[in-house]
Structures are given as C-alpha cells and as structure tokens.
DNA sequence: GACCTGCTGATTTTT
DNA sequence: TCAGCAGGTC
C-alpha cells in the first residue's frame, strides 16, 4: 500500500478529512474545494488501515459521481481493491440488497423497477377507472403527492387516517391503490427502493445486524440532497458503529422541491453529538471574480452553515452580462461569444450553456446550428425513455418478471394485434377475480366469454411467445436471441413498415439497445437479465454522455452540479424565468433559486456569461421580460454589461430539431448536419422591417395579398395590426373562414 | 379496434 | 409553440 500516495497533495483541511476515519464527521465542502479528493483519499485511507473494502459503504446520488469515485480509488489503491468496495447510488446499492433480500419483504427478487413514466402510466390508468369522476382529476400533481408521501414515509394507512380534506382522501384512495398494483406486478418504483430498505432494516435485528455489521464504514456524498427516506436508512446501517461521514455543502442544495431536506446536513451536529466538522474552504476551480459574484448572490440567503470560500487562483477576466432584445438574439449573440472563444483558443468542450427551463434549448440549439457549432444537449428525454427503448424493454422484462402487469399492458397490443382496450379490461377483471397476473390469465383466455375469436388467439400466441423465449433464455442469454424474440413479437417490422425517417431513427435505437445488450452480456458473462434491466433503469442520461467530444454542452442549471467547465454561459437571467416563479414565490423557493444559481455560476473556471433578453416568447406569447434579481446581487466591480443591438435574426424562425436525442444515429446525423457551412453573414441581414416570418418575400404582407397556409391553405388577408413579433393578420381562409394569426408563427406565404 | 383531429396545459428531475 | 391526451368517426 503507498500510504504516502494516499496523503500527499492534500491542503490541511483535506488532510484531516482524511486522517480522520472513525466517528461521525461532517465535511462542509464548498463548490470546488476538492470534496471528491477528500472523499477518495479517506476510503484510501481507511483501506489502508486494514478496514475490508467490503466493509465500506460508500452513496451518491448519480452513477456518474458513483464512476468517478471509484475510478479514483482504483488509481490510489489498485482495482484488485477497489472492487470489493460498496460503492454506487443509494438507489443501485439498495436495490442490489433488496434482490438478495426480496422474500423477508413479500417481493421476488426479480422485481421491475418503475421509473416516473411507468408510475405516471399506472398511476393515469387507475385514476381513469376511478369511481369518483365528479371532476378531471389529473396525473402528475398525484404522482408528485403520492411520492412526497413517500419520501416522508407515510404509508398509504397513515394518510387515509390523516386525509380530512376531500381531495387528500381521494389522494388517499389512489395511493392506495396504486400500491396494490405495484405488489401485484412484483414492482417498485424509484421511492419504494428508498422505503423497502427500511422496512427490510426494521423488519428483523438479525437483517439489521447484518447490515450494520456488513457496513462499518459509510460515506455520504451530496449528504444535503437527502431525503427523509435516504435520511433514515443511513441513519439505522450507521448506528451501530456511528462511522458515519457526510460531504456536502448547504449552499448547492437544489431538490427541495422533491424531497431533499436540507435540515439533514443543518443538524448533523444534533444527530451525532460527537461528531467532528471539517471545512473545505480554499476553491482550486474559479477566479477571484467569479467566487466573488457567487459569495455575493449566496450571501443574500438566510438559511446557510457559515463559511466563506476563498482562492490562489487569477483574479481573472470579468463577468459578461449581455442584454438582448428577445431570445433570438441571445442565441445569436451566444453563438457569435462562443465562436470568439474558440479563436481564442479554447475548445468546444470547454463550453457549456446553462438555462433554467429545457424549453430554452430550441432557440439556442437553431443559433447554434446556422453557425457551425456542433453541441450536445444532456437531459431533455433520455435514450430510455424513448417510446421504442420503452417498448422493447418491456417485452424483455415480461421474460424476467411475468407478473410486471405494466410490462404486459404495454406490449399486448404494440404492435396492434386486435386486443385492445376492450379485451384487455376483460382480461384484468378476470385476472383480478383470479389473483392472476395478467400474462398467465392470457393461457385461460378460453374461460373468459367476453374475449373471443383475433383478440383470444392474440392473447393465446402472445403468451405462448413470451413463454418459450423464458425458457430459451433461461439456458443461455445472448443479444441474438432478443432479437429473435423481437422479431417474432413483430415490434421490428412495425417499424421497418413505416418508411420514414422517423422510424428508421426509432429502429436504429432499438439496434443499439442490442448491441449495449451483447456488450453487458460479454462484460459480464454471469449477470442475468434482471442486472441488465437494473442498470438500464437506474441510469440517467448524464452517465451517459460524453462530454469530452468536440461538442458545447447544453443542459439545465441542476443537471450542471457536480460538474465544471472553462467558459460557462447561463441564458436566460431574468425574472420569473431565473428565479422561476409559478404564481407567488415563497421564500424558500426563492433561496433555492438561488442556490441553484450559485450551482451555475460556481461551475465556471476562467469565464462566465451572463445573458437577459427583454422579450422572450413564452408557450407562443410574447412576454416583456426584466432582468433577474439574482443580477443586482452581484458586486458591480466584477460586471462588464453589454446592451442589446436591437436587432433580431431572421435566420432563426427555422423548424427547431425535431427531436432534442443526441444518440447515436440521431447525433450523427445532426452533427453532420452541423458541419454545413454557415451561410450567415451580418453584412446580409435583412432590414428590420422585413424581420420576422417573410424570409421568403422581401416586401412585408399587407391587407389584399392572397397568402398559403400549411394547415389552412389558401386565404386572403384582411387585416395587418401590431408590430414586430406581435404582429397579427386577420385572413379569410377559403377552407375555414375568418382566422386571426401572429405572423412570426404563422408562416404565411405570398401567392 | 384503429386512426384522425382538436383541445389543453406547460418547472427544475440525481434515481 | 408543441406534445400528449380524449373523444369522435370509420
């Protein structure tokens, strides 16, 4: 073991973090003060005191912090070590338990996990068959209260006790029910990994024991984004030994709104009295100025553990803060700052943009293409959540977990086979009446009198189908032989029917699926298809990019944290779009706001941008827009401002990408489309007045043209009235009549 | 049962 | 705007 490796390069206060391996200690690591150093350093350290590698428990909250963790131990330590390590999210780590586990908890251990689209689809289907229909009742606020529930561990009894408003108990019922089919279909969804956990830990002192003793050491990243549920669970494995050590920073916690309770890391100190408080001050990532512009936006918060950041680095350049007339123009003028930077030397890679909302990326992502600039979006829908990824994922998990009721609902009739709504509702009462999954009463489908002739033979084949290909994978697994079941089940002809670009984009994700399945199937020659689909479902669309390509990344303010870049851009700065307000803000949420700018700002290294627009279309209405708050907060001597030119890009009225997946096929083929030059030149702008959507004429529409409409057809203009972008034309369509439309959307052509 | 059309509503989203 | 549903029609 090289100990000296192990404490070498540490600042003090890093040092005693990692010196410091039993008890309770709490590490307060500000923005990039070398937290994950500490961290890797110390498991480093316990292992060379002779602690097990096995008997560390190392949670974050990302598998790609996860990744990085354990790299780096591997680098200090070798791999041969490193790999006994429990390391991973709590989500992965519990699950890998709950499997080992499953009878003590009334499940099989070849459980689905549902992620937010399944809860939402189960979710919409219970409430669709709901007795109280008095009034529409909608999806994902219940989603959202059944999962706080959740995370606040109130079990579905509990809440029907407490429910005394009308609306809680009809909560109460769905909840309710909602658990019933999750039990039902051998499922959970990503709480109840959470929450089983700690009904395993309770449910005996011998499994808590187990636990407690398999686990002596125990590390919590990101320790100020826990849950109540992630709270606890840590709170029952580390109590026995109390070799508990949390990392993180109070001032970086953006996930109040689903669940996260900054009060953990607050009152560390009440949960473990003799715990030790280290520090992490000195920031080795940004300048001066922009430590300076973080410490004084986050000042401005009330609720925060005192500290102060501090750094050696260059004072460096001073932050740009850009006004622009609307959000085209910020795109364009993004584009052009990020095309100086790259002639100063710096790479894509270097370059991020931030924004509030995903919905900002579309003006953005046209900008960026008419100049050049090859980028990937993280976030946005991720590969799996594709409808296609979806489906094919669900005919592979029928084969693992037969009574996954949502699995069947969704490949029963995909492609169509003539079973659907009807026969299926007749399927699920006889199932019901039964207690049979709903597979299995597929093989009885001759009992049931509602379901005849297509719909019975389709639920017969269809059963017979999934039957055999259990049994085939049960003597060997191999990507061939999903395929082949693809095949059969006729998903990959429904797409390879459809000639368009679409589907051929959807069948070649499905192809790319197979072949990650074939590459986890040679990287792990023992693992089974319920570790697959664990993997695949625990993922997140970071994990999987490449940010190290020759692309700017653009991604959402919380996507960012964890990660750091050169030269940072955050769009978008004004009120009720950053912070983003509903209705009234609470204070509350407006400190998290907040905190989730400092999460932006203090992502830069060298430079950083900031840029407003005064207007910015909003679900298609034109909004006036004022600079955000958070902007003032700033120390003015740190700010160089740049007011807008006023002028706006017609080039940028172009369709937005069809579809914002940067994977495989889709990203090839968007990055060659990238790479046509740009055919923007300023000296070319067309003049003010002919702005907007009449890139196709050069004189502007007036009352008596005759125009084209894509959806109305053809018409007559009657009326002009507004201005610019607010602009409206009032047409008589020969085929709907009178219509009113803003122009910049409409699209008119002159005929 | 499949397909088309019109309406509605819309944050952020580690897992 | 635009996606995702519900509800109507064939």
Redesign the pocket.
């Known amino acids: 073991m090289d100990n000296e490796k192990i404490l070498q390069g540490l600042n003090p206060a890093q040092l005693e973090a990692v010196k410091s391996l039993n008890g309770p200690v709490l590490i307060i690591a500000g923005a990039g003060s070398g937290k994950t150093k500490a961290l890797t350093h110390r498991i480093a350290n316990l292992i060379a005191h002779n602690v097990p590698p096995h008997n560390i428990l190392a949670l974050t909250?990302?598998?790609?912090a996860a990744k990085e963790m354990k790299e780096r131990i591997a680098g200090l330590i070798g791999q041969d070590k490193a790999k006994f390590l429990w390391a991973g999210?709590?989500?992965?780590i519990f699950?890998r338990i709950l499997r080992i586990e499953a009878d003590k908890i009334g499940f099989n251990s070849n459980f689905s996990i549902y992620?937010?689209d399944d809860s939402?689809?189960l979710l919409?289907k219970i409430i669709?068959n709901f007795a109280n229909q008095s009034r529409?009742i909608?999806v994902?606020p219940i989603r959202s209260k059944i999962s706080g529930l959740k995370n606040q561990m109130i079990t579905t009894k509990e809440f029907a006790t407490k429910a005394m408003v009308a609306d809680d108990k009809i909560v109460a019922d769905i909840y309710r029910l909602y658990e019933f089919e999750l039990q039902k279909s051998n499922a959970m969804d990503?709480?109840d990994?959470l929450l089983n956990m700690i009904v395993l830990l309770r449910s005996s002192k011998e499994v808590l024991h187990k636990y407690q003793n398999a686990f002596k050491y125990i590390l919590v990243d990101?320790y100020q984004?826990t849950?109540k549920a992630q709270y606890i669970a840590v709170k029952l494995l580390a109590s026995a030994h109390q070799n508990i050590c949390v990392v993180g920073d109070d001032a970086q916690s953006?996930?109040r709104?689903?669940?996260?309770d900054i009060s953990n890391i607050l009152e560390f100190n009440k949960d473990y009295p003799y715990s030790k408080v280290i520090r992490l001050e000195q920031n080795y990532r940004s300048t001066k100025n922009i430590l300076k512009a973080a410490h004084g936006v986050i000042r401005n918060n009330k609720n925060q553990l005192p500290k102060k950041l501090w750094t050696e680095n260059d004072t460096g350049e001073l932050i740009d803060v850009l006004q622009c007339a609307d959000e085209k123009e910020e795109a364009f003028r993004l584009s052009t700052l990020v095309q100086k930077e790259l002639q100063k030397g710096r790479k894509l890679n270097e370059i991020v943009i931030l924004y509030?909302?995903?919905?900002q990326s579309?003006a953005l992502e046209n900008s960026l293409r008419t100049h050049n600039l090859p980028y990937i979006i993280v976030?946005?829908?991720?590969f799996y959540k594709r409808k296609e990824i979806k489906d094919v994922i669900a005919y592979i998990t029928l084969l693992v977990n037969p009574y996954d009721n949502e699995a069947f609902t969704r490949s029963i009739?995909e492609p169509?086979?003539?079973?659907?709504?009807?026969?299926?509702r007749h399927l699920k009462d006889y199932a019901d009446s039964k207690g049979l999954a709903l597979i299995n009463a597929c093989k009885e489908v001759d009992k049931i009198p509602e379901i005849r002739g297509?719909?019975a033979a389709a639920a017969t084949v269809f059963a017979a189908m999934v039957n055999e290909y259990t049994n085939k994978i049960k003597e060997g697994l191999s990507a061939n032989l999903i395929s082949s079941y693809l095949e059969e089940s006729g998903v990959l002809d429904m797409y390879n029917e459809i000639a368009s670009e679409d589907s051929y984009d959807r069948l070649e994700n499905i192809k790319q699926l197979l072949i990650d399945l074939e590459s986890y199937i040679q990287d792990n020659p023992q693992a089974d298809l319920t570790e697959y689909l664990q993997q695949i479902?625990?993922?997140?669309?970071?994990?999987e990019k490449n940010l190290d390509g020759n692309n700017l990344t653009l991604?959402?303010?919380?996507?960012a944290?964890g990660l750091e870049f050169p030269v940072v851009f955050i769009a978008g700065m004004e009120n009720g779009l950053f912070p983003?307000i509903?209705d009234r803000i609470e204070l509350e949420e407006e400190e998290?706001e907040r905190r989730?700018f400092y999460v932006g700002v203090t992502r830069a290294k060298e430079k950083l941008y900031l840029t407003y627009a005064l207007r910015r279309?909003k679900?298609?209405?034109i909004s006036s827009q004022k600079p955000s708050k958070f902007l003032r907060e700033i120390p003015s001597d740190v700010l160089q401002t740049a007011l807008s030119t006023g002028r706006t890009n017609s080039e940028f009225t172009g369709?937005?990408t069809?579809?914002r997946i940067n994977y495989n096929a889709r990203q090839e083929r968007r990055e060659n489309y990238s790479q046509i030059p740009p055919d923007y030149d300023e000296s070319q702008l067309p003049p003010e007045e002919h702005q907007g959507n009449m890139s196709i004429t050069n004189s502007p529409l007036q009352p008596g043209d005759k125009v084209h409409h894509s959806n109305f057809g053809r018409g007559i203009i009657l009326k002009i009235e507004g201005f610019g972008q607010q602009k409206k034309a009032t047409v008589r369509f020969d085929s709907v009549g009178t219509k009113s439309l803003?122009m910049q959307?409409?699209k008119l052509q002159r005929i």
Do not use: C
């Open positions: 909250f990302t598998n790609k999210t709590f989500h992965s699950s992620d937010t939402t689809s919409r669709a529409k909608s994902n990503f709480d990994l990101e984004d849950n953006i996930y709104w689903r669940g996260a509030r909302t995903n919905a579309l976030g946005g829908i991720s009739n169509p086979r003539g079973f659907g709504q009807t026969s299926l297509k719909a479902s625990l993922v997140s669309d970071v994990d991604m959402t303010l919380h996507t944290k983003l509903r998290e989730l279309a679900f298609g209405e369709r937005p069809q579809n803003m959307f409409a």
